[in-house]
Each structure stands twice: as structure tokens, then as C-alpha cells.
């Protein structure tokens, strides 16, 4: 409930009277709303941060006994004492927000620690692992932990440099799929809305902060049961955006609803700003284009096999030679020799796992291929050719080739090529121009569907592992697409990620079009309300390595990305399945994309005032530069040090030559330089390169990193 409500209860159970009086007032104040979106700014969320060590000063709460399934002792309280060592560590507690002074004692592994919004935060970022396939290009970064905190944090790394923003926020489906204040939402709730609303303005308000001022871009995707709550509460938070809705079709079979219309659709908002303009593709997102269902689209491929009567064996030379045809799928293998008319087709050797395809009439007439096998080599290089209509059974396919006409439209841009085949075989499109017709705000794409671009891919990547509801991969790279096409540097942020299909979908936009583009991806390691009684069954609690390891992030997220990026399923076996629509290619290809996994963490004052945490904020000035290269993971011992992005000066008398291996690196960005005297910095300041931004750091250095959540 709310905070006047619970105040309001109170009163009733001191003062009947007085109470009833208030619950009157309170009344007659609610039904006279002001225009716009009003809800009950619910009491600001607390966390429970399982695995947290307990600390002296720690607000905790006690758990249950473990294999019990109650909710425990919801009041808080503050740690004021530890005694003990190992399993026999107990706490002396004092309880918070009490009338009367209470305290108790408790077993430390029978409490969690607890993150109430009005605290100050110092957080941190731990790696659990990364997975490295890019080369030089910059880390795509996934953190484990409550979303609003990372996002605290974020505001430090990338205040003002997102340029898109996608999350798919929880329906409040009454279905178990979020919670508050560490409960699931009940169905019943009178502020069931309330509460969501609460939850989500919270988090726009500082995502809103990290978006580009001019061009950044939010986009949410939502049902019924929140959508028009959720269009007032955008242009409440975004009061000078543009926010237009369209209505996105993922399921043609649709939820069949007794005596109620079927469900097929859910809804996207995108708010861009003021100088934000998408960028048309060739598809118009609701009508059928050329190259669906079994056209050809701009691409005019032709039949390798000469079909005028005059063009029988021997009529010209060069142009009788076997095609070798991988046995298994049909694909090109190799372009043989051309071979003289006096030799017999039969006696040419073929390559082993492969067939030898001819020029034949169906009668078994020897006819000429359209090109010699010097040409068609080069043009199969390109992706200019293919087979067509492969038979396994029969070991025949059509071989064909695209002609130069269609060569030339593609070298001029008038066909843009937008991906290939598994066969290596181009796919292409019209190219897009000035006349071409913005995206329509319905969409109805058969890739769009939740189950094949969706549940079927994470089938795919990590088998065996569910995820309910996921997102196809398809639909978000192509909401992504209007945004981020020409920005080969853009930054994304998905804050409800889920699966990761978002950190999916901008690895495919950087194979399709080419860039660097990061994706940073937040999600917590919930436990689905499914798979909870079972642990509980078994003695397990949140923070059990036994039970965490079941969370999404760790059973779900960070598996799903590595197994996208390595090819691999968690197994070590290859994906099966290819990649399908703009860009079709193996799944077991992976991507050449680097990506690295972390985990939030609280520090407390103690390590901060002691300079003891640096460690778990070198991911965090690393992010800030760029993700990219190398991190200084520790306090330098020479008074400086310098990565491939980023340099720290921490002994201000070593400025001189940490400026001048500064001006030595050709991507420097930023220099951190600790000191708590504004002259000095300035000092500093002036010897550094001027393309390198120069960023102060306190001594006490995490105090750049506390934050208070309910300010």
C-alpha cells in the first residue's frame, strides 16, 4: 500500500475516530485528479541483495527457516554487533522504524542484506567472465543486478551518450512476472498499476538522463493491460519528445480468449527527440515486399544451362565442364575445367563428397553452361551464384548465376546487397532513395513471430534452458535498424534484457552493415516463481551457489550471449539451425563481437574512505572510455598508468611523462586524475593532449560513485 495509506492505518489503530476522519479527507482529495497521469508514488522500493556479506551497520532482514516456505520476518533491521567465526557467526540486531526499541540476535546465515532507496550506494562491478572473438572492437557488457542501481551507476559511464534505449518491460500480467519490494505483485492488489507505475517512472527518470539530449531514442514495447498507462506516463517523463505507437503483430494464431477477440498483437512506443530521424528501409513493415514467399526480389537469377538448340556440346569453346556440388546440401563446392570434345564426361575425376552436374537437357542432351568456368569462379567468389531447387535424393539442383546487368545495378548501389545465404549467395534489395516510403506503424512480419524468432532461436543456442516470452530476435533488430543503421558507433541499452535479445540483435546489425556498435544489458538473476519451490524443497535460499546458478541471468543471459557470439551451445556442441530473413548464415558461424559479464556489487564507506574498492570500479572507468582494450585493474605503484583508452594519475608530481604516454596512443579518450585540490587539477589538466577529456577523480575516489537512490 501506499505510504499515506499505511499512515492512515496506524491512526485507525490508535485513534478509531481520528483515523476514520482522515481516511474521509484522503478520500474526497483523491477524487479531485488534476489532468494527466496520477497514481500513488508507492514507498520507494528496498532490495534484497543475496550473497551480500553481512557487515556491521547492514540493514538486513531475517529468512524463514531454510525448506519453509513463509515469507519470513518482513521488518528491518540494522546490524550492531558480529561475534563468532564460520557456521557459529551470529549478529546482534536492532529493529528499525519501531515505536519501542527492540532487539534480538540471529544466526548471520539466517539474513540478507537489504538496499533501501533513500541510502547512499557505492557500487561496483566484479567480472565473471567475458568471451573475446572481436578482435579490437569494444566489449559488449552484461551486469547482473537490480536494474536501478546499474543505472545509477551508468549515470557516471554514460550520461548523455545512448543512442537507443529498448526495453521490454514486465506486462503486469498478473501472472508472477515482477515483483515489489521483493513480493510478486498479487492479482488482487488495488495498486497493482500503481505500484508498475511507480517501478517504471523511477527508472525512465534516469534512463532519460543517459539518452542523447538531440537524438536519443526509447523505445518500449508493451500489451493491453498497460499500454495506455503507459503512453501518459511517456509523455509525463519525455514532456518535449515525440512518442508515436505502433502495433506489432507476434502471433498470427493469436490467444484464444473465451468470448473475447484473440490477441495477436502487442504494442512499441518510440520516443526520439526533437533532431531524431529514422532511416526507411526497403520493407514498409505491414505490406508483403518483393523477395517474400518464393520471389526473387531485386535479384534476377538466370539458369546456367544455355537453352537455344544451337548451343549443343562442341558448338563453342570452353564452356563444357562439371560443377562439384557438396553431396550433403547442394551447395558449390568447386568449377572444374573445361574439358575437350573427344573426352568422355564419365572419366573426369570428382572430388570426394561432392557431385558432378553437367549441362544436360532432361533427354541427356550434352549442352554448354552460359559462362566459362574462369568467369563463373569469380562470380561465385561474389556471392553471384548459387544452386537452386537441390534434390538431395536425385543429387541434381539448377545452377544459376546473376547476369551483368543486375552485377552493374549492384556496383552503382541501385541494388543494395543486405546480407547472404548460407550457400554464400547474396540476398539483395532495392536500394533505398528519397522516394522511398517510411515504415507504416502497423507491422506484420512472419519474422516477427514470438515463437520462431523467439523461442525457437534461445531453443537453439542454449537447449533445454526456457525462457518464457521471449522476444523475437528479428522484430528487435529491425526497431533497432531505423535508429542505428548509419551509426556504427551507436551505444544501446537495454535495462529489462532479459534473455539478451538485444545484445543479439545489435551483433547481427554489426555483421549486416559493418560497425562497432555496444550494447550494455541489464538484468538481475531472479529465480522463476516456477522453479523457486523446488529449491526451497531442497533447503536452498538466494545467495546459494546451488540456487543461483538457476537465476536468468546465470542460466539464461550470459549463456545465450556466448553461445550467439562462440557458435557453441553451452554444451560445446555447434548451434544447429541457420540464421533467417535479412541475413541468412549459419548459426554455428557465431559472431565476431567481444562481450564481458559482471556483477553489481555495494561497497561500503569503510572500503571507500580506505581506498580499498578500486578494483571494483576499474570496469567502471573502463566503460566510461569505451569499453575497449585493455583496464588498469589496480592502483598503479608508479603514480600512473595507461591502457589503450583511458590513462589514471594518481601521484600528481608523475603528470610529465603520464602525459606524454598519453600523446603516444592514438584512441586515448580520457584521463583520470585523483586529487581533491581544483589548482592542481587544472595544473594537470593543461599538459594533456587536447582530443584527451580530463576527468577528477576525489582521493577518497568511490565518493564519484555514491549515489542516493530516493533523491
Same mark, same amino acid.
Given at each position: 500500500?501506499?505510504?499515506?495509506?499505511?499512515?492512515?492505518?496506524?491512526?485507525?489503530?490508535?485513534?478509531?475516530?481520528?483515523?476514520?476522519?482522515?481516511?474521509?479527507?484522503?478520500?474526497?482529495?483523491?477524487?479531485?485528479?488534476?489532468?494527466?497521469?496520477?497514481?500513488?508514488?508507492?514507498?520507494?522500493?528496498?532490495?534484497?541483495?543475496?550473497?551480500?556479506?553481512?557487515?556491521?551497520?547492514?540493514?538486513?532482514?531475517?529468512?524463514?527457516?531454510?525448506?519453509?516456505?513463509?515469507? *519470513?520476518?518482513?521488518?528491518?533491521?540494522?546490524?550492531?554487533?558480529? !561475534?563468532?567465526?564460520?557456521?557459529?557467526?551470529?549478529?546482534?540486531?536492532?529493529?528499525?522504524?519501531?515505536?519501542?526499541?527492540?532487539?534480538?540476535?540471529?544466526?548471520?546465515?539466517?539474513?540478507?542484506?537489504?538496499?533501501?532507496?533513500?541510502?547512499?550506494?557505492?557500487?561496483?562491478?566484479?567480472?565473471?567472465?567475458?568471451?573475446?572473438?572481436?578482435?579490437?572492437?569494444?566489449?559488449?557488457?552484461?551486469?547482473?543486478?537490480?536494474?536501478?542501481? =546499474?543505472?545509477?551507476?551508468?549515470?557516471?559511464? #554514460?550520461?548523455?551518450?545512448?543512442?537507443?534505449?529498448?526495453?521490454?518491460?514486465?506486462?503486469?500480467?498478473?501472472?508472477?512476472?515482477?515483483?515489489?519490494?521483493?513480493?510478486?505483485?498479487?492479482?488482487?492488489?488495488?495498486?497493482?498499476?500503481?505500484?508498475?507505475?511507480?517501478?517504471?517512472?523511477?527508472?525512465?527518470?534516469?534512463?532519460?538522463?543517459?539518452?542523447?539530449?538531440?537524438? *536519443?531514442?526509447?523505445?518500449?514495447?508493451?500489451?493491453?493491460?498497460?499500454?495506455?498507462?503507459?503512453?501518459?506516463?511517456?509523455?509525463?517523463?519525455?514532456?518535449?519528445?515525440?512518442?508515436?505507437?505502433?502495433?506489432?503483430?507476434?502471433?498470427?494464431?493469436?490467444?484464444?480468449?473465451?468470448?473475447?477477440?484473440?490477441?495477436?498483437?502487442?504494442?512499441?512506443?518510440?520516443?526520439? &527527440?526533437?533532431?531524431?530521424?529514422?532511416?526507411?528501409?526497403?520493407?514498409?513493415?505491414?505490406?508483403?515486399?518483393?523477395?517474400?514467399? $518464393?520471389?526473387?526480389?531485386?535479384?534476377?537469377?538466370?539458369?546456367?544451362?544455355?537453352?537455344?538448340?544451337?548451343?549443343?556440346?562442341?558448338?563453342?569453346?570452353?564452356?563444357?565442364?562439371?560443377?562439384?556440388?557438396?553431396?550433403?546440401?547442394?551447395?558449390? #563446392?568447386?568449377? +572444374?575445367?573445361?574439358?575437350?570434345?573427344?573426352?568422355?564426361?564419365?572419366?573426369?575425376?570428382?572430388? +570426394?563428397?561432392?557431385?558432378?552436374?553437367?549441362?544436360?537437357?532432361?533427354?541427356?542432351?550434352?549442352?554448354? %553452361?552460359?559462362?566459362?568456368?574462369?568467369?563463373?569462379?569469380?562470380?561465385?567468389?561474389?556471392?553471384? &551464384?548459387?544452386? $537452386?531447387?537441390?534434390?538431395? =535424393?536425385?543429387?541434381?539442383?539448377?545452377?544459376?548465376?546473376?547476369?551483368?546487368?543486375?552485377?552493374?545495378?549492384?556496383?552503382?548501389?541501385?541494388?543494395?546487397?543486405?546480407?547472404?545465404?548460407?550457400?554464400? !549467395?547474396?540476398?539483395?534489395?532495392?536500394?533505398?532513395?528519397?522516394?522511398?516510403?517510411?515504415?507504416?506503424?502497423? %507491422?506484420?512480419? /512472419?519474422?516477427?513471430?514470438?515463437?520462431?524468432?523467439?523461442?525457437?532461436?534461445?531453443?537453439?543456442?542454449?537447449?533445454?534452458?526456457?525462457?518464457?516470452?521471449?522476444?523475437?530476435?528479428?522484430?528487435?533488430?529491425?526497431?533497432?535498424?531505423?535508429?542505428?543503421?548509419?551509426?556504427? $558507433?551507436?551505444?544501446?541499452?537495454?535495462?529489462?534484457?532479459?534473455?539478451?535479445?538485444?545484445?543479439?540483435?545489435?551483433?547481427?546489425?554489426?555483421?549486416?552493415?559493418?560497425?562497432?556498435?555496444?550494447?550494455?544489458?541489464?538484468?538481475? $538473476?531472479?529465480?522463476? =516463481?516456477?522453479?523457486?519451490?523446488?529449491?526451497?524443497?531442497?533447503?536452498?535460499?538466494?545467495?546459494?551457489?546451488?540456487?543461483?546458478?538457476? +537465476?536468468?541471468?546465470?542460466?539464461? @543471459?550470459? /549463456?545465450?550471449?556466448?553461445? &550467439?557470439?562462440?557458435?557453441?551451445?553451452?554444451?560445446?556442441?555447434?548451434?544447429?539451425?541457420?540464421?533467417?530473413?535479412?541475413?541468412?548464415?549459419?548459426?554455428?558461424?557465431?559472431?565476431?563481437?567481444?562481450?564481458?559479464?559482471?556483477?553489481?556489487?555495494?561497497?561500503?564507506?569503510?572500503?571507500? !574512505?580506505?581506498?580499498?574498492?578500486?578494483?571494483?570500479?576499474?570496469?567502471?572507468?573502463?566503460?566510461?572510455?569505451?569499453?575497449?582494450?585493455?583496464?588498469?585493474?589496480?592502483?598503479?605503484?608508479? *603514480?600512473?598508468?595507461?591502457?589503450?583508452?583511458?590513462?589514471?594519475? @594518481?601521484?600528481?608530481?608523475?603528470?610529465?611523462?603520464?602525459?606524454?604516454?598519453?600523446?603516444?596512443?592514438?584512441?586515448?579518450?580520457?584521463?583520470?586524475?585523483?586529487?581533491?585540490?581544483?589548482?592542481?587539477?587544472?595544473?594537470?589538466?593543461?599538459?594533456?593532449?587536447?582530443?584527451?577529456?580530463?576527468?577528477?577523480?576525489?582521493?577518497?575516489?568511490?565518493?564519484?560513485?555514491?549515489? =542516493?537512490?530516493?533523491?
Amino acid at each position: 500500500m501506499s505510504r499515506l495509506t499505511d499512515l492512515i492505518a496506524k491512526a485507525k489503530a490508535k485513534d478509531a475516530q481520528l483515523g476514520k476522519e482522515l481516511e474521509r479527507e484522503f478520500r474526497a482529495l483523491s477524487s479531485r485528479r488534476s489532468f494527466g497521469l496520477n497514481f500513488e508514488r508507492h514507498r520507494p522500493e528496498n532490495v534484497e541483495l543475496p550473497g551480500r556479506p553481512v557487515r556491521k551497520g547492514d540493514k538486513v532482514r531475517i529468512l524463514p527457516e531454510r525448506g519453509s516456505t513463509k515469507k *519470513g520476518d518482513q521488518r528491518l533491521w540494522k546490524v550492531t554487533g558480529l !561475534s563468532g567465526k564460520g557456521a557459529e557467526r551470529t549478529a546482534s540486531l536492532s529493529l528499525l522504524y519501531a515505536d519501542k526499541p527492540e532487539g534480538t540476535e540471529a544466526a548471520v546465515d539466517d539474513l540478507i542484506v537489504v538496499a533501501e532507496f533513500k541510502d547512499y550506494i557505492y557500487p561496483g562491478l566484479v567480472s565473471t567472465g567475458k568471451v573475446e572473438r572481436g578482435g579490437d572492437k569494444p566489449f559488449h557488457t552484461v551486469i547482473n543486478g537490480e536494474n536501478f542501481h =546499474a543505472l545509477e551507476a551508468l549515470t557516471f559511464t #554514460h550520461r548523455g551518450k545512448v543512442d537507443v534505449i529498448y526495453i521490454d518491460p514486465p506486462y503486469n500480467s498478473r501472472a508472477k512476472d515482477w515483483k515489489y519490494n521483493n513480493d510478486y505483485v498479487d492479482p488482487d492488489d488495488d495498486y497493482k498499476h500503481s505500484k508498475w507505475l511507480a517501478m517504471l517512472e523511477r527508472r525512465l527518470k534516469i534512463a532519460r538522463e543517459l539518452l542523447r539530449p538531440r537524438t *536519443g531514442v526509447l523505445v518500449a514495447t508493451i500489451d493491453e493491460k498497460e499500454v495506455h498507462r503507459l503512453a501518459l506516463l511517456l509523455e509525463q517523463v519525455f514532456p518535449e519528445s515525440d512518442i508515436q505507437m505502433i502495433t506489432s503483430v507476434i502471433s498470427a494464431k493469436g490467444a484464444v480468449r473465451a468470448g473475447k477477440f484473440s490477441r495477436v498483437e502487442e504494442h512499441v512506443f518510440v520516443v526520439t &527527440a526533437g533532431g531524431t530521424k529514422l532511416t526507411p528501409w526497403f520493407r514498409n513493415m505491414l505490406d508483403p515486399a518483393k523477395g517474400d514467399g $518464393n520471389d526473387t526480389a531485386a535479384l534476377e537469377w538466370l539458369g546456367l544451362r544455355r537453352r537455344e538448340p544451337s548451343s549443343i556440346r562442341g558448338a563453342r569453346p570452353n564452356q563444357f565442364y562439371p560443377i562439384f556440388l557438396q553431396e550433403t546440401n547442394g551447395h558449390l #563446392h568447386s568449377v +572444374g575445367d573445361a574439358i575437350n570434345d573427344d573426352i568422355d564426361r564419365e572419366s573426369v575425376e570428382v572430388p +570426394g563428397g561432392t557431385v558432378a552436374v553437367w549441362p544436360l537437357k532432361p533427354d541427356g542432351t550434352e549442352m554448354l %553452361w552460359g559462362l566459362t568456368p574462369e568467369v563463373l569462379r569469380r562470380r561465385w567468389n561474389k556471392g553471384y &551464384a548459387r544452386v $537452386n531447387s537441390w534434390k538431395k =535424393a536425385e543429387k541434381r539442383g539448377t545452377v544459376q548465376y546473376l547476369p551483368g546487368g543486375t552485377i552493374s545495378q549492384i556496383e552503382e548501389g541501385a541494388i543494395q546487397v543486405t546480407g547472404k545465404k548460407r550457400d554464400g !549467395s547474396v540476398i539483395g534489395v532495392v536500394a533505398i532513395d528519397e522516394d522511398t516510403p517510411p515504415p507504416k506503424r502497423v %507491422w506484420n512480419l /512472419p519474422s516477427h513471430n514470438a515463437e520462431t524468432g523467439g523461442t525457437n532461436v534461445i531453443s537453439k543456442l542454449i537447449p533445454g534452458r526456457g525462457f518464457p516470452y521471449p522476444k523475437s530476435l528479428y522484430a528487435v533488430e529491425d526497431v533497432l535498424r531505423f535508429f542505428v543503421e548509419k551509426s556504427e $558507433n551507436a551505444i544501446i541499452l537495454d535495462f529489462f534484457c532479459g534473455s539478451g535479445t538485444t545484445a543479439h540483435a545489435v551483433m547481427r546489425i554489426n555483421r549486416i552493415y559493418g560497425g562497432h556498435r555496444q550494447s550494455i544489458s541489464i538484468t538481475n $538473476n531472479e529465480v522463476a =516463481a516456477a522453479e523457486q519451490a523446488a529449491l526451497v524443497d531442497k533447503a536452498l535460499r538466494p545467495g546459494d551457489a546451488d540456487w543461483e546458478k538457476w +537465476g536468468i541471468c546465470d542460466y539464461v @543471459t550470459k /549463456p545465450r550471449v556466448e553461445a &550467439a557470439i562462440s557458435g557453441q551451445s553451452p554444451d560445446g556442441s555447434e548451434v544447429e539451425g541457420d540464421y533467417k530473413f535479412t541475413d541468412e548464415f549459419p548459426m554455428a558461424e557465431g559472431f565476431e563481437e567481444n562481450a564481458e559479464f559482471f556483477t553489481l556489487t555495494y561497497e561500503t564507506p569503510v572500503a571507500v !574512505s580506505h581506498n580499498r574498492a578500486f578494483e571494483r570500479i576499474a570496469p567502471l572507468l573502463w566503460m566510461r572510455a569505451g569499453s575497449e582494450g585493455e583496464r588498469i585493474g589496480r592502483l598503479p605503484e608508479d *603514480g600512473w598508468a595507461v591502457a589503450d583508452t583511458y590513462g589514471l594519475l @594518481t601521484d600528481l608530481d608523475k603528470a610529465a611523462p603520464f602525459a606524454a604516454a598519453m600523446e603516444g596512443k592514438a584512441d586515448m579518450r580520457i584521463a583520470y586524475i585523483v586529487t581533491d585540490d581544483e589548482r592542481r587539477f587544472q595544473a594537470v589538466v593543461r599538459q594533456m593532449p587536447p582530443k584527451v577529456e580530463p576527468i577528477r577523480l576525489y582521493e577518497s575516489y568511490l565518493t564519484n560513485f555514491r549515489f =542516493a537512490m530516493g533523491r
